[in-house]
Every structure is written in structure tokens, then in C-alpha cells.
């Protein structure tokens, strides 16, 4: 007789229960997921973006269109996902091989290399300089736009690169070095440029006693030959991972700039070592280190003395940038609610459906349209500026009054998109963690918010010829809004008696003034909420306190496609 199973045996015994099985017990099934939104990649942001589109025509580049599209439809996928593993396996230095030998090298995850092999192909760095051409600019301005909204810390290396190009056009010795910055390929390799068809440059600028003071800058610069050697340090010392850098050093005759290599011709590194990586708030996937100069070989860029003439154009270009990096922050953090909003369902609605969240959403959208289209509007004047004085005019006092405002609003806008979707907007498998670590950053580059404030000053005072086309600009859409003229008669007057006390004031209303002028030279739909909101005063402090009884519809159907 076989013997029998420990379960028959026990429910043989007479004092023992039956145990239950499997089919008598509730289900522990937990995991159920709903009411919860799609994955919100891939996604086309070229064409779910209907702003941007517009200010490209707009703005002259619709030549370009084909190729913003390509990247719209590629920076919505594999770049928008890159971009997490970029910024999850940050940069690491190795100051040293294996054999003690000193070798000052960073090293990237593949997915930061992918990210700069696909910007510098599509020309997010240096379009216009090998593609010359009416628009060019605009054009690089969109693509960068795209570029960052799924990757912000590659952003860095392409503008460096991308705005160094026009300085070093200037040296005839230095030509090889800009054609190879504006040229569409990417060589991470860490070897002469005669060896790579392209290549990128960084920036070393700001030293620990000067920050944005940099005629109190240490480091100096010793003729020898026709080049200079370079002794001292920088506290900032951008993207180090470069081919050359943009250094500023004290010459005999005063404040120069100068190229610095990181390999010299024959192949050895040049004299500098880098001492640490930054451990930074954000911009995670950018290495940015510390370095000191022992020796650096490096040629110099400009006259002696006017380092900082020699590099005001690669700043406005730069300045440009974050704004342009600051608007996709915007873009990125409002499709991210928008979507959500769509798709999650709370009190038996849509979110999207509350009146008060449409409020918050609309707010947001058209804080990022009046960043967006005033960054383009900014582009066709650098664009334009070679050959039209007044463009180029203001190209300069609008790039300084627009990277203090748009800039500053970046943190508080990512935040109030993170609210929309409430805890799942504060994890980092969202993207927005990252973007409001991000945030703050270009407010802070290329001069904090001070400097830009008081550049507008300055200019204004001592620049012939900018107050005039700061005025050419806001009356081009005077009769429009009523709201708008009353705002633009009091700006008028406080542009002419407003002391560096009140300069953030004056600024603050400057960029509103042009962000309106765009709007509604262009007749958007969105201009006379913004005017009304922004400019009239009818709305409070916080994101989300539009008027009650604003139509949101047409605010909100231009931000997100149905």
C-alpha cells in the first residue's frame, strides 16, 4: 500500500482542519495599473509644436523645415532616451593610467557620445558657419531648441563649440581650428585635431577671486615665440573633455584671450591638469572641472589687452543659447503636464477638464510661446546683424534683457509642471526631476542676473543708436492692444531714468514688452491673454491665476495637438 502524502495525513488526523487550497482564497492580485498615462516617447516635437513652427516661418528659416523636422522626430525618441542614461552614469575623471602615468581624461556612458555624434551631424553646433545663409541662424537656434528639450548637458560642448567659431574666424592661423568647430562631425578621440574632421571647444573663463569679474583674473600669459605659455588656474573650466579652449590670461599689455589645445601638434598633452569634476546640481551628463595651467601652451585670439572685446560675440551667441536652453526647459516641462493632464482622470474627469487646472496648464503655455518666439525673434537679429546695424544693435540689448527674464522664470515653471502631476512628477523615472535640476543653470552661465541687468544699463547709456531700435521694435505693434500701448508709454519713460537700483524692474518689463511685441505682431491668439495678464497687471504672483473668465481653449489647443 503506498504510503501516503503528507496533506492526506494530516487531514486524516482527527483534530486537524482541512488547510485551504489555492482556489478557496481571495485573489492577491495588486498590481493593476490604470488611470495612469502612456509612455510619452516617441514623440514628434517638431510637430507637436505648433509655436515653433510658426516663429521659424516667421523668423525666415522655413527653408530648414525638412531638417528641423528630422530632428523634431528623432530628439522625441532615441535622443529623449539617451538622455537618461547620460545623465544616470555621470561623467568620471581619470587623472591617471594604469601605470601612474598622468593622462586627464574624462569618460562618458555611449549614450552621451550618441547625443553629440547626432547634434553635430544635424548642425545644432555650427549650422550657419558651414551652411551660410539667409535663416541659418534661426535654423540653429531651432534645432538647439530640440536638442535640449531631450538632453540638456550636451547643450554646453555644442554652444561652446558652436559660438567660438565666429572669434576664431578672425585669426587667419587659427582657420583650420574654426572650419573643424563648424564642421558636421563628431570624434570624441583624444588626439591632435590634424587627425579628426571635427572637433569641440570649451571655455575656461572665471577663476575663484573674479567670477563674472574677470579683469580680476590671475592667471598670465608669457609671450614665447609666437605663441604664449600660461600659468594659473580656472574655477570653471567648461566641458574639459574639448579639443581647444577659449582661456582668458593676463598679457603684458592686459586682459587677452587665447586658444588653448589640449594636444599639440607632435601629440603630447598640453600643460594642464585637471583637478576635479565639479559635483554640480544638474547638467549631470556635462562634465565641468577645475584645472590649473603649468606652462599651457596657447595662441592668442585678438589684440593684447582686449580679451574681452575679443570675446563679446561668442557671449551674445552663448547668452542666446540660455535662452534657448531656458525655453525648451519651459517646452519640455509643459508637454510633460499636458500629456499627463490628457490622460490621467481625477473626480471623474480628465484633469485637463478642471477648471483650475487649465487655468495652471494655459498659464504655463503661454509663458513657454512668449519664450519661445522671443528667442527666434532674437535669432533673425543675429542672423541679420552682419549686414544691419540696428539688428545687430538689438541683437545685443535684447539677448541680455531676455536671458535675465526667460531664464528666470525656468525653476518656477518646471516646478508648477511637476505639480501637475503630483508625486509621479518628483520621481526620476520622470524627466522632470532632471529638468528642475537643470533649471536653474542658465540664469547662473554667462553672467548671472545682475550682469545681464546691468549690460542692458550700459548699453542703453553708452551704445548710440540701441535705444532708438529698442523703440523701432515696440512700436512696430503699437495699435494693436490697447493694454500694450499704455505699458510701452511707461516703459519709454523709465528707459531713460532708470538707475542700477531699479535694473531688474526695468529689464523684468523690457523683456515683457518684447515678448508682447512679437506676440502680437505675429497676431497670435495667445497675444492679448499675455498682454492682459503680463502686462495689465491682471494676475497674481503664482502660475495658474489668470483671470476667471480668460478662454483658455485656444491657449491650450496650440500647446497640445489633438
Same mark, same amino acid.
Given at each position: 500500500?503506498?504510503? $501516503?502524502?503528507?496533506?492526506?495525513?494530516?487531514?486524516?488526523?482527527?483534530? %486537524?482542519?482541512?488547510?485551504?487550497?489555492?482556489?478557496?482564497?481571495?485573489?492577491?492580485?495588486?498590481?493593476?495599473?490604470?488611470?495612469? *498615462?502612456?509612455?510619452?516617447?516617441?514623440?514628434?516635437?517638431?510637430?507637436?509644436?505648433?509655436?515653433?513652427?510658426?516663429?521659424?516661418?516667421?523668423?525666415?528659416?522655413?527653408?530648414?523645415?525638412?531638417?528641423?523636422?528630422?530632428?523634431?522626430?528623432?530628439?522625441?525618441?532615441?535622443?529623449?532616451?539617451?538622455?537618461?542614461?547620460?545623465?544616470?552614469?555621470?561623467?568620471?575623471?581619470?587623472?591617471?593610467?594604469?601605470?601612474?602615468?598622468?593622462?586627464?581624461?574624462?569618460?562618458?556612458?555611449?549614450?552621451?557620445?550618441?547625443?553629440?555624434?547626432?547634434?553635430?551631424?544635424?548642425?545644432?553646433?555650427?549650422?550657419?558657419?558651414?551652411?551660410? +545663409?539667409?535663416?541659418?541662424?534661426?535654423?540653429?537656434?531651432?534645432?538647439?531648441?530640440?536638442?535640449?528639450?531631450?538632453?540638456?548637458?550636451?547643450?554646453?560642448?555644442?554652444?561652446?563649440?558652436?559660438?567660438?567659431?565666429?572669434?576664431?574666424?578672425?585669426?587667419?592661423?587659427?582657420?583650420?581650428?574654426?572650419? @573643424?568647430?563648424?564642421? *558636421?562631425?563628431?570624434?570624441?578621440?583624444?588626439?591632435?585635431?590634424?587627425? @579628426?574632421?571635427?572637433?569641440?571647444?570649451?571655455?575656461?573663463?572665471?577663476?575663484?577671486?573674479?567670477?563674472?569679474?574677470?579683469?580680476?583674473?590671475?592667471?598670465?600669459?608669457?609671450?614665447?615665440?609666437?605663441?604664449?605659455?600660461?600659468?594659473?588656474?580656472?574655477?570653471?573650466?567648461?566641458?574639459?573633455?574639448?579639443?581647444?579652449?577659449?582661456?582668458? $590670461?593676463?598679457? *603684458?599689455?592686459?586682459?587677452?584671450?587665447?586658444?588653448?589645445?589640449?594636444?599639440?601638434?607632435?601629440?603630447?598633452?598640453? %600643460?594642464?591638469?585637471?583637478?576635479?569634476? @565639479?559635483?554640480?546640481? +544638474?547638467?549631470?551628463?556635462?562634465? !565641468?572641472?577645475?584645472?590649473?595651467?603649468?606652462?599651457?601652451?596657447?595662441?592668442?585670439?585678438?589684440?593684447? +589687452?582686449?580679451?574681452?572685446?575679443?570675446?563679446?560675440?561668442?557671449?551674445?551667441?552663448?547668452?542666446?543659447?540660455?535662452?534657448?536652453?531656458?525655453?525648451?526647459?519651459?517646452?519640455?516641462?509643459? %508637454?510633460? #503636464?499636458?500629456?499627463?493632464?490628457?490622460?490621467?482622470?481625477?473626480? +471623474?474627469?480628465?484633469?485637463?477638464?478642471?477648471?483650475?487646472?487649465?487655468?495652471?496648464?494655459?498659464?504655463?503655455?503661454?509663458?513657454?510661446?512668449?519664450?519661445?518666439?522671443?528667442?527666434?525673434?532674437?535669432?533673425?537679429?543675429?542672423?541679420?546683424?552682419?549686414?544691419?546695424?540696428?539688428?545687430?544693435?538689438? #541683437?545685443?540689448?535684447?539677448?541680455?534683457?531676455?536671458?535675465?527674464?526667460?531664464? @528666470?522664470?525656468?525653476?518656477?515653471?518646471?516646478?508648477?509642471?511637476?505639480?501637475?502631476?503630483?508625486?509621479?512628477?518628483?520621481?526620476?523615472? !520622470?524627466?522632470?526631476?532632471?529638468?528642475?535640476?537643470?533649471?536653474?543653470?542658465?540664469?547662473?552661465? &554667462?553672467?548671472?542676473?545682475?550682469?545681464?541687468?546691468?549690460?542692458?544699463?550700459?548699453?542703453?547709456?553708452?551704445?548710440?543708436?540701441?535705444?532708438?531700435?529698442?523703440?523701432? &521694435?515696440?512700436?512696430?505693434?503699437?495699435?494693436?492692444?490697447?493694454?500694450?500701448?499704455?505699458?510701452?508709454?511707461?516703459?519709454?519713460?523709465?528707459?531713460?531714468?532708470?538707475?542700477?537700483?531699479?535694473?531688474?524692474?526695468?529689464?523684468?518689463?523690457?523683456?515683457?514688452?518684447?515678448?508682447?511685441?512679437?506676440?502680437?505682431?505675429?497676431?497670435?491668439?495667445? %497675444?492679448?491673454?499675455?498682454?492682459?495678464?503680463?502686462?495689465?497687471?491682471?494676475?497674481?504672483?503664482?502660475?495658474?491665476?489668470?483671470?476667471?473668465?480668460?478662454?483658455?481653449?485656444?491657449?491650450?489647443?496650440?500647446?497640445? *495637438?489633438?
Amino acid at each position: 500500500m503506498p504510503a $501516503a502524502g503528507a496533506a492526506e495525513l494530516r487531514e486524516n488526523r482527527p483534530d %486537524a482542519q482541512r488547510e485551504p487550497v489555492m482556489d478557496d482564497l481571495p485573489s492577491f492580485e495588486t498590481h493593476r495599473v490604470d488611470n495612469q *498615462p502612456p509612455p510619452f516617447e516617441p514623440r514628434d516635437l517638431w510637430a507637436d509644436d505648433l509655436a515653433l513652427r510658426e516663429a521659424v516661418a516667421r523668423e525666415g528659416a522655413s527653408a530648414f523645415a525638412s531638417r528641423l523636422a528630422a530632428y523634431g522626430a528623432l530628439a522625441g525618441d532615441e535622443l529623449y532616451r539617451l538622455g537618461f542614461d547620460a545623465n544616470r552614469d555621470r561623467p568620471r575623471l581619470r587623472t591617471h593610467d594604469r601605470h601612474g602615468r598622468r593622462i586627464d581624461t574624462v569618460e562618458f556612458h555611449p549614450a552621451y557620445h550618441r547625443l553629440m555624434e547626432a547634434a553635430k551631424a544635424h548642425g545644432v553646433a555650427g549650422l550657419p558657419w558651414h551652411e551660410p +545663409g539667409p535663416g541659418a541662424h534661426v535654423a540653429r537656434a531651432a534645432l538647439s531648441y530640440l536638442h535640449h528639450q531631450a538632453e540638456a548637458g550636451t547643450s554646453c560642448p555644442l554652444t561652446m563649440t558652436h559660438a567660438a567659431v565666429p572669434v576664431l574666424q578672425r585669426e587667419p592661423r587659427l582657420a583650420h581650428w574654426a572650419a @573643424k568647430a563648424a564642421a *558636421p562631425h563628431y570624434d570624441p578621440r583624444d588626439i591632435p585635431i590634424a587627425d @579628426k574632421a571635427g572637433i569641440t571647444l570649451g571655455m575656461g573663463m572665471t577663476e575663484k577671486q573674479g567670477g563674472s569679474d574677470v579683469r580680476a583674473n590671475t592667471t598670465t600669459a608669457t609671450p614665447r615665440g609666437d605663441a604664449y605659455a600660461l600659468v594659473g588656474h580656472k574655477w570653471f573650466f567648461s566641458a574639459p573633455m574639448c579639443d581647444g579652449f577659449l582661456v582668458l $590670461a593676463q598679457a *603684458p599689455a592686459g586682459l587677452s584671450c587665447f586658444l588653448m589645445p589640449r594636444r599639440l601638434d607632435d601629440g603630447d598633452r598640453n %600643460a594642464f591638469r585637471l583637478m576635479r569634476l @565639479k559635483d554640480k546640481l +544638474g547638467d549631470g551628463s556635462n562634465a !565641468s572641472s577645475e584645472v590649473e595651467f603649468t606652462g599651457a601652451h596657447a595662441w592668442r585670439v585678438g589684440e593684447e +589687452g582686449r580679451g574681452v572685446a575679443t570675446i563679446i560675440e561668442m557671449v551674445m551667441l552663448t547668452r542666446l543659447d540660455c535662452m534657448l536652453g531656458s525655453a525648451a526647459e519651459m517646452r519640455m516641462a509643459l %508637454a510633460q #503636464a499636458l500629456h499627463h493632464a490628457h490622460h490621467r482622470r481625477a473626480f +471623474g474627469k480628465p484633469l485637463v477638464a478642471h477648471a483650475l487646472m487649465r487655468n495652471v496648464l494655459a498659464d504655463l503655455a503661454l509663458e513657454a510661446e512668449a519664450a519661445l518666439v522671443f528667442a527666434l525673434r532674437v535669432a533673425r537679429a543675429v542672423d541679420a546683424a552682419p549686414h544691419d546695424a540696428g539688428e545687430a544693435a538689438f #541683437a545685443r540689448i535684447a539677448t541680455a534683457a531676455g536671458k535675465y527674464w526667460i531664464c @528666470k522664470r525656468a525653476p518656477a515653471f518646471v516646478n508648477e509642471a511637476q505639480e501637475c502631476l503630483g508625486g509621479a512628477g518628483y520621481v526620476e523615472e !520622470s524627466i522632470l526631476p532632471r529638468l528642475y535640476r537643470q533649471a536653474p543653470l542658465n540664469s547662473i552661465w &554667462e553672467g548671472s542676473g545682475n550682469i545681464q541687468c546691468l549690460d542692458v544699463l550700459r548699453a542703453l547709456a553708452r551704445e548710440p543708436g540701441v535705444l532708438g531700435v529698442v523703440d523701432r &521694435e515696440l512700436a512696430s505693434a503699437a495699435g494693436t492692444d490697447a493694454a500694450y500701448d499704455a505699458f510701452v508709454d511707461r516703459l519709454r519713460a523709465a528707459l531713460a531714468a532708470t538707475g542700477e537700483a531699479g535694473a531688474r524692474r526695468l529689464v523684468e518689463r523690457l523683456a515683457l514688452a518684447l515678448q508682447a511685441a512679437v506676440l502680437l505682431r505675429a497676431g497670435s491668439p495667445v %497675444a492679448p491673454l499675455f498682454v492682459r495678464s503680463r502686462l495689465a497687471g491682471e494676475h497674481g504672483l503664482a502660475f495658474g491665476t489668470l483671470p476667471e473668465d480668460a478662454d483658455v481653449e485656444p491657449v491650450l489647443a496650440r500647446a497640445w *495637438p489633438a
